[in-house]
Structures are given as C-alpha cells and as structure tokens.
C-alpha cells in the first residue's frame, strides 16, 4: 500500500469503493456456482418423486415446473436477473422459496458462528496477554503448546470428544439439536434451553480460533511492548498496565481483525462440520441435505449466500481495519 | 365374631371392587394427550396423492383415508367403505360407502372423490397406483354413496390394493380444475383429507402437528395431538426418545445399533417382526460379460455370507432363509428354492464354480447409496469376502439421484445395492423385479432378465384369486429364477419400533404408521 | 551476483536455527514417525484393515484388537496404521499441487505486474473468498470422490494463499539489482522468473507448503467425515464419519482416528513454524 495524495478519500468513501469493488466479485460468485452446478450428473426429477416409479407426465410437470428443459444460457440469465430481485428460486425439497429457507437456516448459522466468534477472541486475548506478559515462562509455552495443538484438532473431532465427555460421560449438557423438542418452553426457559443445547457446538467450533487468537495476540503484543515507542512512555512514567492496554491492545486488535477477517472463510466450514457432529439445524446441514437431495436450487442458494456474507465480513473487517490503523491511506 | 366376618366381607369387596375397577381403569382407552413421533427427514410435501415418499406417507395416513384399511393379518378392513360386493368372477367390485362422511373443510364427502382420485389424480402421479389402474376397466358412481369398479381381468391384490398407501381418497372440490399445477396447490402443503386427524401446521424441517378431527366419521382418536418432529441425525434421534423428548420411533427411523440399549429398559416397548415384508438384494447386471453367466452369479450367492451380513448390519434382524421372492409371503417361500440351501455359504464352492465359469480375477464394482448404513455394509462385508476368491468388488457410491441416473436409465454397473418393499403382496412389489422391463423406469428390474415364461407365469399369478392355485404357479416361477438368480437376494428386513411403555394401541394395522386414532396413553 | 541464493550454507544455517527448537524437532518426530507408519503398513498392522469379524465394538485392549473394533468387527489399531497412507498422500500431493499452481500465479504476477497481475489477483481473490470446504464438498459430490479427485480439488483450492506469498516476494525481488542487471545482459524472463529468483524465494515456499500440508490433510478428513472420501480406501476422516453413529456404544472409534489426525496435523504445523522462525531471524528474539 504505497501512499498516494496525502489528502485522501474520507473512510465513507473507501467503504463504497471496496463495495463497488465487490459487485463483479459477486456476480463471478454467481456464474461459477451455476455452472458448476449444472454440469453435475444426476437428475433432481427422479430424487422428488419418491420409491415407486413416476408416470411420466408428472416428471414432464414438474421439469417445466422448475424450469430444468430450458437452455442452459437463458437459465443463467434468467437466474441473474432473478438474484438481483431478490428471487433465489424454490426449493424442490422444502416446498419454499430458497432465500427464505437459507435465510432461516443462516441466522442459526450465524448464532453459533457469532458467539464462537466472540468466545474466541475474548478467551484468546486473555491467554494471549498472559503469555505475553509472562513470556518465556511456563505459562508462557503452556499458552504456546496449546496454541499449537489447539490449531491442530479437526473441528469435528473435538466435537466429537465434547460430546463424549460432557454429554454422553458426565451427562451435563445434551449431545445435539437445537433445544428440547417436547418442552414447549417460553421466556427466559427457552433461552436457557438454547443456550444449552449451543455450549458444546460452540466451543468445539471455537478451540482453533481461541488457539489462533492467543497465538497472534502474544505475538503482536510481544512486538508492540518492546518498540521504542512503549520504552518512550514507559520513561515517562506511564505504568506499565497502561502501556499494555492503551497502546499494546489496541495494535494488536488489528492483526486480530485481519485474522477473524481472513478466517471468516474457515469458520464457515468449521460451522458446517460442527453443525452435523451436533445435529445443529443451520446452513451447514441443510448443505449436506441438499447435496443428497440434489436440491439445485438450494445449492446455488446456499454458495451464493454464504460467499455473500464472506464479501461482507471481508469488506468489514477492511473498513474496520482502515478506521482502526492510523496508518493506512484509503486506496 | 359374626361383625369381624361382616368387616372381613365388606372390606374384600370393597377392595375387589377397587382392585378391577383399577385393573379395568388402566386398560381401558383414554382420551387426552399428544403423541410425538421421530422421523428422520423432511417430506417433501404433504400429497399422498402423488407421491409414494415414506415421509409423507407417514404423516399423512392419518388425515386421509382408503376405500379399506389392512388389519395386523394383512386383511382388508372397512374404513371409507362399509363394506363389499364381489362379483362371481372377481372382476367388478361394488363399494358401499359408510354414510355422513365430511372433509376436514366441511364438505361432504361422495363417491364422486373416489371416482375423480381413481380415474383423474392417481393414475397420473401416483407410482404404486397405476398398477392398479392398468387393471381398471370402468369406475361408476351410481349415487353419492356407491361406487362399482369393474375390472378388465381378476386382479389378485386389488382389495388390499386400497388401502391409503396406494390409493389414497383425494377431495374433488379443492383439485378439480387444479390438475396441471397440483404440486403448487394449497393441498399439497396443506392436506385437507377426511382421516381421523388434521392439519394444523408444519415448520420447514422442524415439525408437523396434527390435532383430532371432532367430526371423524367412525370413533373420534383418543389421542388430542400427533406431532412429527424432523431429526435428521440418528443420534439426536436416539437421545430424544431416551429421554422423551419423543415417544416413538418406527424401525425405518431407529438406528438398529441402538437395539441393546433399549431392549432391557422398562421404560420402553420394543417390538420386533415383519409386516409388510422388504427385500435387500442387489441387481446383477446381465450385460456385463462375467455376470451374464450364471455359473458366476451362482458363485457370488455362495461367497456371499447373508447371515453375517445380517449379524454385522442389521444387529442380527433380519431372515436369510429366503428364495427370490422373499421369505416372508407364503406364496412365493418354497424350501427347495430357499438360497440358503441352495447357494449355502462356502468359499471354496463359490472358487470352484468360478473355475467352471473361466474366470480368473474378476474386477467389479457396486453402486451403493453412502446414506444406507446398512447398504454400505453389507458391500464392505461382500468386499472383504469376495476378495478372498480372486473378486476384486470395489465400492462406488452414488448419491440416490445419480444412481437412478446409472442404473435405471442407463444401466452402466456391475451390481447395484438396493432394497424394495413388497407393497403388502408379491404381485405389488416384487414382479417387477423379475418381469421384462425397458430402460429408464426407476425403481423396477434393471437386469435386463428377460424370461418369457417368467413373464407369463408371473403374469397369471397376478390374476389369480385363490391362494393354493395361485401357489403354483409362483412355484413354477421360484425353479427358474432360483437357477437364474438375475438379482443377489441377501435377506428380507425385520423390523424394530421402539416406543414409550405407556403407549397402547399401536401397530394394530399391517403397516405401522397406520391407525393412529387407536393410541391412547395409559399414565 | 546471486545475492541469497539457496547455497549448503543457507541450508546449514537454516537447519541449525530449526534445530535448536525442541519443538520443531518433536513435530519433524511426528512425521517421520506417520511416515514410516504409512510406508510399512502392510507390516506394521496385526490385521487387514477391512477385514470384518463377529467380533464388533471390542473395546481397546481386547484379545488381538489393542485398540478396538468397530461396527463391522474391523481392527482399529490396523485403520488407524493404513489411515496414513491417504491423509499423508492426499495432504502432500495435495500441497504440491497447490504449491505449484501458487507459484505459478504469484510469479507471473509479482515479476509482470500491470494488468497480468490486476486479473489474477482478482481472480485470486475470487477464490479467496469462495468458502474452499463448501466448494469442495460440492465439486466431490457431484463429480464423484477417488483419490485423484480429491488430490486435485483440496490442491486446486489452496493455491490462493501459496499466490499471494510468492506475489508479495516477487514484487520486492523484481526491484532488487541482481534481477535488473540480469535482464540488463539479455536474460529472458523465463530464466529470471524461474531459475534466478524462484530459489531465493524457496525458503519462504516450503515454510508455507508445510503448513499447506496440514492444511490439506485437515481438508481431507473434513470431506472424509462427510462421507465423501474415497470408500475403497481406509481413512481417518471416514473412521470417524463411522464413529458418529456409535459414540455412545464405542468410543475408540472416535478416540484413535481422530487422536492420529491431530498428531499429524500437528507434526506439520510445528515442523512448519519451526522453519518459518529458522529462516526469518526476526522472530527469533523471543
């Protein structure tokens, strides 16, 4: 990023660039998800119509129905169009219109994906500090061993694990779902029985971004505490705990940003494994449904919204990044 | 003296009294309280009439209903239909319908419904069906309450044939005129039928609920609610009846892993037993040039350990003493066409006949749905078996869409897992796996077995109304196919349901999801 | 006139800052260990892997099974041996691919610059972007799992990370006297691309090819424990797929395949920060 004219554009308009920027990226997104899709084998006729075999003037029905006899160019076009309205199609396989039914699906998705977010970060921070301020100590290669090791653990695994010891061994929280089926729970019930049921799910997608965040706190705060710019304040007599937060913590927040940033791609993934270790009803079992199903639409649904939201995170995190960093210029 | 005795006396009747007036308390049926079912996936929509999904179906059997429904011994009952006149030769049928009977929207319900499902709607989307209708001369309605079906020829299981599963009761007034789009129709996602329950609501890939029908026209259900909760992992499934988040779960629901830790626990039934018999086989392909030979086909049946597979898959559930059709139906069970006594378990015998065959190493692959446990294991367990005669069998696993694209419309595999249901009746079910079939159709015979005397005997079995005439004919059957063997039979399923020791009056129809107006609980 | 080209030296140098972290060491333990797992297979394992008996859900430490059966009677301890072989193929070749695709792109763009660079970076970013798991689950499942497929979609999704890093280096290599002189005396760019400043860049290449495997071996249990690994072939991510279905009756099924998935990841991830701090003597004040 080399500095142009020292005047630059305000921080609201490097936002709409980096928007405008994302616009071609996305209709990409849309083309190579629809190709790829349909060039796949299998037809999603004969997975609608059940066990028996179909008459065939219903098969006709419903392939004019959804549209799968047309040319495969004016389908695309037709699917761009619709996207831009709003229109993702209707799923064969839950009888509702894609971007309802995903949407439904994401804010679930994204519950837990949020909340290991911040559990993550927060968690990672406090080890992180710790390992810096007492570096080189045993504290310091314990937070280290588990950093490494921490990153090291497929997702699904240590779900697994969870499930084994805190559900199934010690029985203290439940091994899957969403909330308690047969209780119709109200108020503050219901939420604890949510909040139950997301513990485990939550903490088996949050272990590798704990491990990462302790990791790159340690050593950006390692880095910042030792500039000359802390030994400066620290001979004006700044105590060293403040020199820690004001001036440690918030350069380190960056690195963090840009991680979270960077990994928003993998927590996606992460949350789409852990989602079938626990049964959790998101984004990610409904993609492994509709794979099987071989619910097109959906498919192309799911990847669009998901790399939709990946945009978003990226372009967040960008700005965040450009509001926190006094030294950047907006390019 | 004598007012101790009178103490005595009063004192055991009263507890006699008490004690049957308990006895006949807890037996006898009470209203109230809501059954929760598991099941494992979300139906595509809530239309019997057009689909033979095993989802839908189970939702929906309770809110419609059938001309009859099939009792535990696989007799025909009265259910839309009082009762039955059959002509001399079997061929027309005259049905009386029961009187007053309503849709669940309040319309009443004719005979004009039977006649408008049976000629417009089922026979053109409802798989199952149009085997029927094939047979269907002429359908009239001579009043509200009568309907006569001839037929062209007698059709053996055309009563059982009427049941709701195949020839679900659809309202003319809400489809009429709304045949071109019948999947956009309201009904489709919000059924109106006239069963003993009613729709009330279904959350997308949560739940549906059902409440009960006051104005159902036989004995109202006991039950207040049915609710089917969708839990896609088996597991969630599992935990949930455990700990009775959910009451019941029907065999095609319940992991048979799970058997030994429900099986001593009082707080659960478990039921085990066959009702509508399903047979695990898999399609050879006959155009392949090793399989086409029947000295090989004969020599995988003998390397091919079924009670193994049934021990390592199915938790030991399951028959292996069947011939081609099964085992389970009287009809078509023959001991001296029994493939386990024909095609015993023996390695060296299947290594011997493949020697008389020619072949060497046979290089094979098997299409299997990765969904199916149970299909997936049994080709690991054929894999490792059959790799110890000199078949290398690999596994090539196709998602159920593409494998109807392979092996029903292109047949391009060597041997494809799968399992059919009987329907309730060979002729329903399992001629099609053995008759003459074209390309494309899914879930028929894809061996491109073509016999000509199957075809006729089959054929003739089907019309074929008395049980020992129509025996042997299925015994003339059995001797060719048992040579041929064009499909590898492995074993007919048996079937585990497990639910809540409280429950009664479950299973009382052949088909488990039937009836479900006969539950009560008994707290 | 080669300023920091990859001589003995440079190697020695590097491999004596590696090995004086006990760390890198036990990581590079890890793997040779894995390695000669997967390579002896055939003799290390007391049984054939896909070997059913009627002996199912042993627990560890039965007659013959030390770590357990599973459903089918299948030998845990033999799964886990023959496991190595795909996740250490897949994860490598996987790598390579990537690596090899990534230096592709990052030269070409970071040497050419201009609108050469402008496109694959966008392009770049276009992948970067896409979530890679979702991606390959897609493309696996509709064009079908085997071993070939899964090398070249884990490979072909992970190029992007490999692109940037050699781009970034290209960029500050292409300025450098020794590439302007050799363009001077007539060097066509193809040599100056691949056989001047590629070695330099090497060091940087391998540190986050390594990485890259772990990555890739992760990747590959992922899709695995999706059910959409090769079927023919014994893996960790599909023993553990397996596993879901029988927690409750048996844990080993879970315990060993994912505990050696770990272990190998986590032999790569300290072998590569282990090279990463060797040849970046910056990080090694701490």
């Known amino acids: 990023m080399s500095s142009s004219n020292s005047g630059g554009r305000s921080l609201g308009q490097y936002a709409l660039l980096r928007i405008a920027q994302a616009i071609p990226l996305i209709i990409a997104i849309i083309i190579i998800n629809f190709l790829l899709i349909n060039l796949a084998p299998g037809d999603p006729i004969t997975a609608l119509v059940g066990e028996f075999p179909v008459p065939a003037e219903y098969a006709e029905q419903m392939r004019t129905e959804f549209g799968l006899d047309q040319n495969i160019f004016i389908r695309l076009v037709k699917y761009i169009g619709n996207v831009f309205r709003g229109n993702l199609g209707f799923s064969f396989n839950y009888r509702i219109p894609v971007l309802t039914l995903v949407l439904g699906r994401l804010a679930r998705t994204m519950i837990l994906m949020i909340s290991s977010i911040v559990f993550a970060t927060i968690i990672g921070m406090l080890f992180g500090i710790l390992a810096a301020k007492y570096k080189n100590t045993i504290i310091d290669n314990i937070a280290v061993a588990f950093s490494t090791i921490g990153y090291s653990i497929p997702v699904f695994w240590s779900g697994q694990i969870l499930i084994l010891i805190f559900a199934i061994w010690l029985g203290w929280f439940p091994s899957g779902g969403l909330q308690s089926i047969r209780a119709d729970y109200s108020g503050f019930q219901f939420y604890w029985d949510r909040a139950i049921h997301m513990i485990l799910p939550m903490l088996a997608l949050s272990l590798r971004y704990i491990a990462l965040t302790t990791r790159v706190t340690r050593t950006s705060l390692i880095e910042n505490l030792s500039s000359d710019f802390v030994l400066a304040a620290k001979s004006r007599g700044i105590s060293s705990k403040g020199v820690l937060f004001r001036h440690g913590l918030r350069n380190s927040l960056m690195p963090i940003v840009t991680i979270i940033g960077y990994h928003f791609t993998f927590i996606v993934a992460g949350s789409a494994l852990v989602e079938t270790v626990f049964g959790w009803p998101g984004v990610g079992r409904l993609l492994y449904t509709s794979i099987s199903a071989r619910d097109y639409p959906t498919l192309i649904g799911i990847l669009l919204i998901v790399s939709i939201v990946v945009i978003i995170v990226t372009l967040l995190t960008d700005i965040i990044y450009a509001y926190i960093d006094p030294r950047v210029k907006y390019e | 003296m004598k007012n101790n005795l009178k103490t005595i006396f009063i004192i055991t009747l009263v507890l006699v009294f008490a004690f049957s007036f308990g006895v006949v308390r807890a037996e006898t049926p009470q209203e109230g309280g809501d059954l929760v079912i598991g099941i494992g996936e979300n139906p595509d929509h809530l239309n019997p009439g057009i689909t033979t999904s095993y989802p839908v179906a189970a939702v929906t059997a309770n809110v419609y209903s059938g001309l009859v429904w099939r009792a535990e011994d696989g007799s025909p009952q009265p259910q839309l239909a009082e009762s039955w006149d059959v002509s001399e030769d079997n061929t027309v049928f005259t049905f009386h319908l029961k009187e007053n009977i309503t849709w669940h929207d309040g319309e009443a319900f004719t005979s004009e419904d039977v006649k408008f499902s049976f000629e417009e709607v089922l026979p053109e989307f409802h798989g199952r069906f149009q085997d029927v209708h094939e047979f269907i001369e002429d359908i009239e309605t001579p009043d509200d309450n009568t309907v006569v079906i001839a037929l062209t020829e007698a059709y053996a299981p055309f009563l059982v044939s009427l049941e709701v599963y195949d020839a679900p009761i659809m309202p003319k007034h809400l489809l009429e005129g709304n045949l071109d789009n019948i999947s956009e129709a309201d009904i489709t996602v919000e059924p109106v039928g006239t069963g003993p329950f009613q729709f009330v609501e279904w959350e997308r890939g949560d739940r549906i609920v059902l409440e009960r029908n006051e104005n159902y026209f036989d004995d109202n259900a006991y039950l207040d609610r049915v609710l089917f909760n969708i839990i896609p992992d088996s597991a969630s499934r599992i935990s949930a009846l455990e700990t009775g988040q959910i009451d019941y779960l029907w065999g095609f629901y319940f992991p048979r892993a799970e058997i030994p830790r429900f099986q001593d626990d009082p707080n659960f039934e478990m039921w085990q037993g066959v009702r509508i018999p399903a047979l695990w086989f898999a399609f050879f392909n006959l155009e392949h040039p090793e399989l086409g030979d029947p000295l090989v086909r004969q020599a995988l049946m003998h390397a091919t350990d079924r009670d193994l597979i049934i021990e390592l898959t199915q938790e030991g559930l399951g028959d292996y003493n069947v011939g081609p059709m099964g085992g389970a139906f009287d009809l078509t069970y023959f001991e001296e066409y029994d493939y386990s006594n024909l095609y015993p378990f023996d390695l060296d015998k299947a290594r011997e006949l493949l020697d008389e065959a020619g072949v060497d190493e046979l290089d094979i692959s098997v299409v299997v749905d990765p969904n199916r446990d149970d299909l997936m294991g049994a080709a690991e367990i054929m894999q490792d078996l059959y790799s110890q005669i000199g078949v290398n069998l690999s596994i090539d696993t196709q998602e159920r869409a593409v494998m109807i694209e392979s092996v029903y419309e292109n047949r391009d595999y060597d041997l494809s897992l799968q399992s059919f249901t009987s329907g309730g009746d060979p002729a329903v079910g399992y001629h099609r796996l053995y008759i003459t079939q074209e390309f494309g159709t899914p879930f028929v015979g894809a061996t491109g077995y073509s016999n000509e005397d199957v075809d006729r005997i089959l054929a003739e079995a089907a019309t074929i109304p008395f049980h020992d005439e129509r025996k042997e004919k299925y015994r003339e059957a059995m001797d060719i196919l048992s040579t041929d063997v064009p499909l590898l039979v492995l074993y007919e399923e048996e079937s585990v349901d497990v639910n809540d020791v409280n429950l009664r009056g479950l299973r009382q129809g052949l088909d488990v999801r039937s009836r479900l107006d006969k539950v009560w609980w008994a707290q | ?286």
């Open chain 3, 1 to 286: 006139m080669a300023e920091e080209k990859l001589g003995s030296s440079e190697v020695k140098k590097i491999w004596y800052y590696f090995s004086r972290k006990k760390i890198a060491i036990i990581g590079m333990v890890l793997i040779i260990a894995i390695l000669l797992m997967a390579v002896f297979a055939p003799l290390l394992a007391p049984h054939s892997p896909r070997t059913v008996s009627r002996s199912r859900f042993e627990a560890p430490g039965a007659e013959g099974h030390l770590l357990g059966t599973d459903n089918l009677g299948r030998d845990i301890l033999s799964g886990v041996i023959w496991g190595a072989r795909v996740s250490l193929i897949v994860g490598i070749l996987a790598a390579l691919t990537g690596t090899i695709i990534g230096i592709l792109v990052g030269a070409l763009s970071g040497y050419y610059g201009g609108w050469v660079d402008n496109i694959l970076m966008r392009i770049t970013e276009l992948f970067m972007t896409i979530p890679r798991f979702v991606l390959a689950l897609v493309v696996i499942s509709f064009f079908g799992t085997g071993l070939n497929r899964l090398i070249l979609v884990i490979g072909v999704l992970s190029w992007p990370g490999m692109a940037r890093l050699v781009r970034s280096e290209y960029l500050s290599h292409s300025n450098l006297p020794y590439v302007e002189s050799g363009k001077v005396i007539g060097m066509s760019n193809l040599r100056l691309i691949f056989i001047e400043i590629l070695p330099n860049v090497l060091p940087q290449v391998i540190v986050v090819s390594t990485l890259n495997i772990a990555t890739a071996i992760l990747l590959e249990a992922g899709l695995g424990f999706f059910g959409l690994g090769d079927p023919n072939m014994v893996s960790w991510g599909g023993m553990l797929s397996l596993a879901q279905g029988y927690l409750r009756r048996a844990w080993w099924m879970s315990v060993f395949p994912g505990a050696a998935i770990s272990l190998a990841v986590l032999g790569f991830n300290l072998v590569g920060n282990g090279l990463n701090e060797a040849t970046n003597p910056v990080l090694q004040s701490d």
